[in-house]
């Protein structure tokens, strides 16, 4: 069969490693793509919700499967624009639906889904800019940190934490009066803020039965002791050491079980992959949001652990039959550290050349904000590059990424020096 891959990122990539992997793949097409998944599959320079270029992409290379790595296509209602054209509708898309997808387009949205099935989450409540002033009163009655989030996508930076009243305040004013975020900032959510260590879950759905993949924990924070400005995510761990099978326990119990249950009640049609962020505050997981697909760069630690073929599962996804598949997980750690440009994630320069990818042994690449020009790779992006070691201990994995990235050079390559240092 011959397979799209929506998207340009690591999480992509790693995408296009794991499905070229497998005997189902004939072709395997990548939009837009970049320099490490131009060595494995075609790129195709079309945006990922130029949803008529994609049409004529899919008719035109008899493509049977689309998956879609980044959230705004989905939030958009690419799955639906397929769903209702005659010509496409054969066409399996992983990826929920558009009411589905608001799960992750509006914070809002989330948070009742969260409260009407009862899945532990931090208190909220949320507020537009014509009652501002009681988002004020709500901060009084907060202890400090205060959590703000603007309702909708803001590319992982929406999400601001304030230890100060008076820096809180300001900062609702900024996102709702001043149009901090734009149209995503419209409505912010003011949430309790949870004090314990966090991790990401993952789950594939055919919208009935679900799977639940390896767990992984990222680290957001540019600076080293997890400090300084939101990014992407520098750096992924998987799996995540104090995550005990009692714990998972209580992860799928409380917390998986009623979500794939929620669709069904709510009638909101998913097949794809779940990500669950969540929080571990004393023993328990408590979920501080929804995305709609997998994680970046999570998914880099993810899928080089798993063992089965994953056309197979998408398949089984797409034909509500994932019931049939068991999950075979190496029982290896993975882990990831992430080489940023100089000045991410405020503004950097891209065009660098990036050197010594050739020398790399015993790690795999995975490139994200990088592009090939005039037969060199060079940054394109923020997070350029993601470099994926195996070990029997996450330890000797992160060893062995430090040891590679030595190894590879471009002008103001910047990455943490401490992935794992928390655990």
């Known amino acids: 069969m011959n397979i799209l891959i929506l998207g340009s990122g690591g999480r992509e990539h790693t995408f296009a490693w794991k499905i070229a992997q497998s005997p189902l793949c004939d072709n395997l097409f990548v939009a837009p793509g970049n320099s490490g998944t131009a060595e494995i599959a075609t790129n195709v320079n079309i945006g990922v919700t130029d949803f008529g270029a994609i049409k004529e992409l899919v008719l035109d290379k008899d493509i049977t499967m689309v998956v879609v790595g980044p959230e705004d296509p989905l939030v958009l209602g690419v799955h639906d624009f397929f769903l209702n054209d005659e010509a496409l509708k054969h066409v399996a898309v992983i990826g929920p639906q558009k009411e589905a997808a608001t799960l992750e387009g509006s914070k809002e949205f989330a948070k009742e889904f969260l409260y009407r099935?009862?899945?532990?989450?931090?208190?909220?409540?949320?507020f537009t800019k014509d009652n501002v002033e009681a988002g004020y009163a709500f901060l009084e009655t907060l202890k400090p940190p205060y959590v703000l989030k603007a309702d909708g996508l803001a590319a992982g930076k929406g999400v601001v934490i304030l230890n100060s009243l008076e820096e809180a305040k300001a900062e609702l004013k900024s996102m709702l009066v001043d149009a901090?975020?734009?149209?995503?900032?419209?409505k912010v959510v003011i949430e309790e803020f949870l004090d314990g260590i966090e991790l990401s879950c993952f789950v594939l759905t055919d919208g009935e039965n679900y799977k639940i993949l390896p767990t992984a924990k990222d680290y957001k924070r540019i600076g080293e002791g997890d400090t300084g400005l939101n990014t992407g995510g520098m750096g992924a761990v998987s799996p995540v050491p104090f995550a005990t099978d009692e714990f998972l326990n209580k992860i799928e119990e409380r917390i998986v079980k009623p979500t794939i249950n929620g669709f069904k009640k709510d009638n909101l049609p998913y097949v794809g992959f779940v990500f669950i962020g969540l929080i571990k505050v004393g023993g328990d997981p408590k979920v501080i949001e929804y995305n709609v697909r997998m994680g970046d760069p999570e998914t880099e630690v993810v899928l080089p652990r798993l063992k089965n073929d994953l056309v197979e599962i998408l398949q089984t996804m797409a034909n509500g039959t994932l019931n049939t598949i068991n999950i075979d997980i190496d029982e290896r750690a993975a882990t990831t550290i992430m080489l940023v440009s100089g000045g991410y994630p405020e503004a950097y320069q891209k065009g660098k050349e990036i050197t010594g990818v050739q020398s790399v042994e015993d790690s795999i690449l995975f490139h994200a904000g990088a592009q090939l020009q005039?037969?060199?790779?060079?940054?394109?992006?923020?997070?350029?590059?993601?470099?994926?070691?195996?070990?029997?201990s996450y330890q000797e994995a992160i060893k062995k990424s430090y040891q590679n990235i030595e190894k590879l050079h471009f002008d103001t390559m910047y990455y943490r020096k401490d992935i794992g240092f928390d655990l």
């Open 117 to 126: 099935h009862n899945i532990p989450t931090a208190a909220y409540e949320s």
């Open 180 to 186: 901090k975020f734009g149209q995503a900032s419209t």
């Open 374 to 392: 005039e037969g060199k790779i060079v940054t394109s992006g923020g997070r350029v590059m993601a470099v994926t070691s195996y070990g029997k």
